[in-house]
């Protein structure tokens, strides 16, 4: 039931923009106690002051002062709700999302029926809905569909110093929405929460508001953290260096809980299991069982990393690691760590190795009771640093940036910051990506060191010299800024936003990721032409301003990145639908095989490494089929692995005995649920219901399956390297590609590597010793024509166009996708 609305004295005279009422909350007394310590409460009021007076509030506040749990609380209680109307709180990241809305479910004693959360696919949002947290990604869906955004009464941009891209995007929108709401008299009231004061992106941003939107500042109570600099220059093992300086810490300095800053979820489990080994914890080792269930992950892990330490040790090889974006979901976990089997996100797994054994052997006493903290990590195991440790214990949490600003652990007073952090990558024109670890930001590392004075007076030990912290960059760039912008702009076409370049972005991102974005889409159909006529410049404006297209439309609909959108909005064609949504979303997984290329401890387990990579190669050459099936490849493995192991039923044991990856085919079955639910959902009349084990395609609808997949992947074309290449030996069994001006090669897993098609399409270039082509497929030339026209070139080739360089990549890279096409390829002239 709606508790009863008491009407309250109002001073201001604009009953419009400021409820009357006030609804009380029953909250349980140790919760009002914890409230009430919190900074936030003292300005309570003149939050809501600036709330009912201006349509735009800005509020900057110290992580755990009390903004995300508190703000959406204030207004519920002043009626910022109704049957109608909504608060709505956007993160950038899923584990806030659900854990946020947990805790103020419990904070206000309210069901979870109406303090709820969205994410992509998962949420407990109901028809009694008044606060809902959700990603960022969600609430761009929304506007879509709703573009005045009619639920909500107050949305709540939170963590905006992310700058997360969509978190960029929906300022620009919601400035827009604010007024036409205004003018419609249904006022719609727009908070922007930060953990820093630099707002000025928003607030004196001309293009944004028009009215500069009041800043509140929260002062939380931040007690005196003292900044400990290594002297010595930064070591590269600093996951070592976090473990000594945690022993250290443990061994000599008073009580206190301990976070530590690693950067990748591999790191942090590994850290996590050589402290539970140096200072156990035996009483209801509940910190233990998280290691046996890891252990086995844990292990394959760290050998692979061992594998490619030792591959580190060749010259020339950075911590790079190519591959094309996956599938770009709404609400993409910012913190990378979904990719930790990327090269570099674990290099310096030394279980040991390195330390010498008295660092292993603790002389201390007292346990540590050790906890990760990442993203991905499931929400009962998260909720566990909230609660206080065992009695008699330490409590150290291993955390990646999520516990930078997202979430408040309390009773920290140490504060380990190795530096680091792993971001992705980008080239802006060819939109290959890598992870790498790099130098965190300034305003990262005082971030982190702030965790340690919520409190009391604390310590930060910074595993780097004062010198290195001053190189740092001050703030991390806006995301929008440094990533392909594609799927973007794609959803800003379906709101008819044709003029993308005059979009109020609160950072616009550059003009050649634009351009590379708008000409992508223009080649996938996306977008219709700009008709080609007259002077260059006034083309190129004409290209930053083509609308949508009927087929854009429809891929703006699909969940995924436009390349793979293309893909299903073709498949409707010849029943290849279920093949196309299994094929994705196994592009999306990684690496559905297990790997037996490791060093085996001994002979014994060599011989049997040595079988079960016989018996899976024997299993993909069975899954890649007959006849025009195999010219699938790679594709067609998948699709075959996929179809068996739900045959099977999908069980652990025969995942086991045929070489897959068992969570990588539970994560396929839920990902082709989820795009049968899209799909579904999109096109209403599909009606499709898919089964697991679905038939294999026929010969026919393999080949429909290879040009959907080229349609989509049109700028991953390879072809043959050409007589002049192969006159330099570096060309042997190369393939030139569309987007670089080195030879790339089909990776030896692949099911092609010894065909070496003439054409193929590929999913990805990943960078090891060479440049390698993953998911492989065969096309047939006299496809591009039909289906990739704006690649193709019929007439002279034209000259080569100068190379050019990016500097995000230290890649050399061809000037154009379709400039290149149009270079390097002259097709056979087809009758269309
Ligand atoms: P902010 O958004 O300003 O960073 P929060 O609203 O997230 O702050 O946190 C306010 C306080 O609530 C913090 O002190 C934090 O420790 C506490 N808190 C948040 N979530 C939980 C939880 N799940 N369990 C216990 N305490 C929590
Ligand atoms: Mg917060």
């Given at each position: 039931?709606?508790?009863?609305?008491?009407?309250?004295?109002?001073?201001?005279?604009?009953?419009?923009?400021?409820?009357?009422?006030?609804?009380?909350?029953?909250?349980?007394?140790?919760?009002q106690?914890?409230?009430?310590?919190?900074?936030?409460?003292?300005?309570?009021?003149?939050?809501?002051?600036?709330?009912?007076?201006?349509?735009?509030?800005?509020?900057?506040?110290?992580?755990?002062?009390?903004?995300?749990?508190?703000?959406?609380?204030f207004l519920?209680?002043?009626?910022?709700?109704?049957?109608?109307?909504?608060?709505?709180?956007?993160?950038?990241?899923?584990?806030?999302?659900?854990?946020?809305?947990?805790?103020?479910?419990?904070?206000?004693?309210?069901?979870?029926?109406?303090?709820?959360?969205?994410?992509?696919?998962?949420?407990?949002?109901?028809?009694?809905?008044?606060?809902?947290?959700?990603?960022?990604?969600?609430?761009?869906?929304?506007?879509q569909?709703?573009?005045l955004?009619?639920?909500?009464?107050?949305?709540?941009?939170?963590?905006?110093h992310?700058?997360?891209?969509?978190?960029?995007?929906?300022?620009?929108?919601?400035?827009?929405?604010?007024?036409?709401?205004?003018?419609?008299?249904?006022?719609?009231?727009?908070?922007?929460?930060?953990?820093?004061?630099?707002?000025?992106?928003?607030?004196?941003?001309?293009?944004?508001?028009?009215?500069?939107?009041?800043?509140?500042?929260?002062d939380?109570?931040?007690?005196?953290?003292?900044?400990?600099?290594?002297?010595?220059?930064?070591?590269?093992?600093?996951?070592?260096?976090?473990?000594?300086?945690?022993?250290?810490?443990?061994?000599?300095?008073p009580?206190?809980?301990?976070?530590?800053?690693?950067?990748?979820?591999?790191?942090?489990?590994?850290?996590?299991?050589?402290?539970?080994?140096?200072?156990?914890?035996?009483?209801?080792?509940?910190?233990?069982?998280?290691?046996?269930?890891?252990?086995?992950?844990?292990?394959?892990?760290?050998?692979?990393?061992?594998k490619?330490k030792?591959?580190?040790?060749?010259?020339?090889?950075?911590?790079?690691?190519?591959?094309?974006?996956?599938?770009?979901?709404?609400?993409?976990?910012?913190?990378?760590?979904?990719?930790?089997?990327?090269?570099?996100?674990?290099?310096?797994?030394?279980?040991?190795?390195?330390?010498?054994?008295?660092?292993?052997?603790?002389?201390?006493?007292?346990?540590?009771?050790?906890?990760?903290?990442?993203?991905?990590?499931?929400?009962?195991?998260?909720a566990?640093?909230?609660?206080?440790?065992?009695?008699?214990?330490?409590?150290?949490?291993?955390?990646?940036?999520?516990?930078?600003?997202s979430?408040?652990?309390p009773?920290?007073?140490?504060?380990?910051?190795?530096?680091?952090?792993?971001?992705?990558?980008?080239?802006?024109?060819?939109?290959?990506?890598?992870?790498?670890?790099?130098?965190?930001?300034?305003?990262?590392?005082?971030?982190?060191?702030?965790?340690?004075?919520?409190?009391?007076?604390?310590?930060?030990?910074?595993?780097?010299?004062s010198?290195?912290?001053?190189?740092?960059?001050?703030?991390?760039?806006?995301?929008?800024?440094?990533?392909?912008?594609?799927?973007?702009?794609?959803?800003?076409?379906?709101?008819?936003?044709?003029?993308?370049?005059?979009?109020?972005?609160?950072?616009?991102?550059?003009?050649?990721?634009?351009?590379?974005?708008?000409?992508?889409?223009?080649?996938?159909?996306?977008?219709?032409?700009?008709?080609?006529?007259?002077?260059?410049?006034?083309?190129?404006?004409?290209?930053?301003?083509?609308?949508?297209?009927?087929?854009?439309?429809?891929?703006?609909?699909?969940?995924?990145?436009?390349?793979?959108?293309?893909?299903l909005?073709?498949?409707?064609?010849?029943?290849c639908?279920?093949?196309?949504?299994?094929?994705?979303?196994?592009?999306?997984?990684?690496?559905?095989?297990?790997?037996?290329?490791?060093?085996?401890?001994?002979?014994?387990?060599?011989?049997?490494?040595k079988?079960?990579?016989?018996?899976?190669?024997?299993?993909?050459?069975?899954?890649?089929?007959?006849?025009?099936?195999?010219?699938?490849?790679?594709?067609?493995?998948?699709?075959?692995?996929?179809?068996?192991?739900?045959?099977?039923?999908?069980?652990?044991?025969?995942?086991?005995?045929n070489?897959?990856?068992?969570?990588?085919?539970?994560?396929?079955?839920?990902?082709?649920?989820?795009?049968?639910?899209?799909?579904?959902?999109?096109?209403?009349?599909?009606?499709?219901?898919?089964?697991?084990?679905?038939?294999?395609?026929?010969?026919?609808?393999?080949?429909?399956?290879?040009?959907?997949?080229?349609?989509?992947?049109?700028?991953?074309?390879?072809?043959?390297?050409?007589?002049?290449?192969?006159?330099?030996?570096?060309?042997?069994?190369?393939?030139?590609?569309?987007?670089?001006?080195?030879?790339?090669?089909?990776?030896?897993?692949?099911?092609?590597?010894?065909?070496?098609?003439?054409?193929?399409?590929?999913?990805?270039?990943?960078?090891?010793?060479?440049?390698?082509?993953?998911?492989?497929?065969?096309?047939?030339?006299?496809?591009?024509?039909?289906?990739?026209?704006?690649?193709?070139?019929?007439?002279?080739?034209?000259?080569?166009?100068?190379?050019?360089?990016?500097?995000?990549?230290?890649?050399?890279?061809?000037?154009?996708?379709?400039?290149?096409?149009?270079?390097s390829?002259?097709?056979?002239?087809?009758?269309?």
């Open positions: 039931a709606v508790p009863s609305a008491t009407v309250c004295q109002t001073a201001s005279n604009k009953p419009s923009c400021k409820p009357a009422v006030f609804i009380p909350v029953d909250r349980a007394p140790e919760i106690e914890a409230r009430l310590k919190l900074p936030i409460l003292a300005e309570e009021q003149s939050i809501m002051e600036a709330i009912n007076e201006n349509p735009v509030v800005v509020i900057c506040g110290e992580t755990g002062s009390g903004k995300t749990t508190q703000v959406p609380q519920y209680e002043a009626g910022y709700t109704s049957s109608t109307g909504a608060i709505g709180i956007t993160e950038p990241r899923r584990v806030a999302a659900v854990s946020m809305s947990q805790r103020v479910a419990k904070e206000m004693n309210l069901s979870r029926r109406v303090v709820s959360y969205q994410i992509r696919y998962e949420g407990n949002v109901t028809d009694e809905t008044q606060i809902k947290f959700m990603t960022d990604g969600v609430l761009l869906k929304e506007i569909k709703d573009f955004l009619s639920k909500y009464k107050v949305v709540i941009i939170d963590e905006a992310e700058r997360s891209m969509y978190t960029d995007i929906l300022i620009g929108l919601l400035s827009r929405i604010v007024p036409l709401r205004e003018k419609k008299g249904l006022p719609l009231k727009l908070i922007i929460m930060s953990a820093t004061l630099r707002v000025e992106d928003f607030t004196e941003n001309k293009r944004l508001f028009s009215a500069v939107p009041p800043v509140i500042q929260v939380a109570r931040q007690f005196p953290v003292t900044i400990h600099f290594n002297k010595k220059t930064p070591l590269d093992d600093y996951s070592g260096e976090c473990f000594r300086k945690v022993c250290k810490i443990h061994r000599m300095l009580s206190g809980g301990i976070l530590v800053f690693l950067t990748g979820q591999a790191e942090v489990h590994s850290l996590c299991r050589r402290l539970r080994k140096a200072f156990p914890f035996q009483k209801n080792n509940t910190a233990g069982d998280d290691d046996k269930e890891e252990s086995v992950e844990e292990i394959r892990k760290f050998k692979k990393s061992r490619r030792k591959a580190m040790t060749l010259p020339k090889i950075d911590l790079d690691n190519y591959s094309v974006i996956p599938v770009d979901e709404g609400d993409e976990d910012r913190d990378a760590e979904t990719d930790d089997d990327v090269a570099g996100s674990d290099l310096d797994l030394d279980l040991g190795d390195a330390d010498s054994e008295e660092d292993e052997k603790s002389d201390s006493s007292l346990p540590l009771y050790v906890l990760p903290l990442y993203s991905l990590l499931a929400p009962e195991k998260q566990k640093v909230f609660r206080p440790p065992p009695p008699g214990t330490r409590l150290c949490v291993v955390a990646t940036n999520v516990a930078e600003t979430l408040t652990i009773g920290i007073k140490y504060v380990v910051d190795c530096g680091k952090v792993k971001k992705r990558f980008y080239d802006k024109i060819t939109g290959v990506s890598s992870f790498r670890v790099t130098w965190t930001s300034q305003a990262s590392a005082n971030q982190r060191a702030g965790r340690a004075g919520r409190t009391e007076p604390g310590h930060c030990y910074r595993l780097y010299s010198a290195v912290f001053m190189d740092f960059e001050q703030f991390s760039a806006p995301e929008i800024t440094k990533r392909p912008v594609e799927d973007l702009i794609l959803q800003m076409k379906a709101l008819n936003i044709e003029k993308v370049i005059n979009f109020p972005f609160p950072t616009p991102p550059p003009a050649e990721a634009l351009a590379a974005a708008e000409e992508l889409l223009i080649a996938l159909g996306a977008l219709k032409e700009p008709l080609m006529t007259g002077r260059l410049k006034e083309q190129q404006t004409a290209k930053l301003s083509c609308p949508i297209s009927p087929l854009g439309r429809v891929m703006a609909t699909f969940p995924v990145a436009p390349r793979y959108a293309k893909m909005a073709l498949s409707r064609q010849h029943d639908l279920p093949y196309t949504i299994t094929i994705v979303s196994a592009m999306t997984v990684r690496e559905l095989f297990e790997e037996y290329d490791r060093p085996a401890v001994s002979e014994e387990e060599t011989a049997k490494l079988g079960k990579k016989a018996r899976l190669l024997q299993m993909q050459r069975i899954w890649a089929g007959q006849g025009l099936l195999q010219k699938l490849g790679d594709l067609m493995v998948m699709l075959g692995a996929v179809g068996a192991c739900e045959y099977a039923g999908c069980t652990p044991k025969f995942c086991e005995e070489g897959l990856r068992y969570k990588a085919m539970l994560e396929i079955r839920r990902l082709r649920g989820q795009l049968t639910t899209a799909v579904n959902s999109v096109c209403s009349d599909a009606g499709l219901y898919i089964d697991p084990k679905m038939k294999p395609p026929t010969e026919a609808q393999a080949t429909y399956l290879r040009q959907i997949v080229l349609a989509g992947l049109g700028d991953h074309v390879a072809r043959r390297a050409q007589a002049e290449e192969l006159l330099d030996d570096k060309w042997k069994n190369a393939y030139k590609t569309a987007l670089l001006d080195e030879p790339v090669f089909i990776h030896p897993s692949s099911i092609l590597f010894k065909q070496l098609p003439e054409f193929v399409v590929y999913q990805e270039i990943v960078e090891t010793t060479k440049l390698y082509m993953k998911g492989v497929s065969a096309v047939e030339p006299e496809w591009i024509p039909v289906l990739l026209p704006p690649y193709c070139h019929f007439g002279k080739p034209l000259e080569n166009p100068p190379p050019s360089y990016c500097p995000e990549t230290g890649r050399i890279r061809c000037h154009r996708p379709s400039v290149f096409y149009r270079v390829w002259q097709l056979p002239a087809v009758e269309v």
